[in-house]
């Protein structure tokens, strides 16, 4: 599975962004898709996930304002950000998950900057 990240940059506090990621490869093994964050000395955090079933769940500090959706037909995988916060800086990276066996994948990371 190979996963392609794109859409980050840089914007304003209060702004939004919207991040893709496209999975190629043997994707009906995957079991979910999400977002994971890391910033400068801090370690990488959970943003948001969705199941092969379409379960979502958000990291408490995105809840409200993050939305992760799926395009089955393009295989992709969108993170909806919006009132942004400086704290959201970070670089996001596209990660899947495959069960059995257990096996992670993961994007190249693909900057965030809020300015305040």
Not at 26 to 55: C, H
Not at 60 to 70: A, Q
Request: hydrophobic letters at 35%; glycine letters at 12%.
């Amino acid at each position: 599975v190979q996963l392609q990240a794109s859409g980050g940059g840089l914007v304003q506090a209060g702004g939004s962004l919207r991040l893709s990621c496209a999975a190629s490869g043997s994707i009906f093994s995957i079991n979910a898709l999400d977002w994971y964050r890391q910033a400068p000395g801090k370690q990488r955090e959970l943003v948001a996930i969705i199941t092969r079933g379409g379960v979502t769940n958000y990291g408490d500090s995105v809840k409200g304002r993050f939305t992760i959706s799926r395009d089955n037909a393009q295989n992709t995988v969108h993170l909806q950000m919006n009132s942004l916060k400086p704290e959201d800086t970070a670089v996001y990276y596209c990660h899947a998950v495959r069960l059995l066996p257990r096996y992670d994948y993961w994007g190249q990371g693909t900057q965030v900057t809020v300015s305040s």
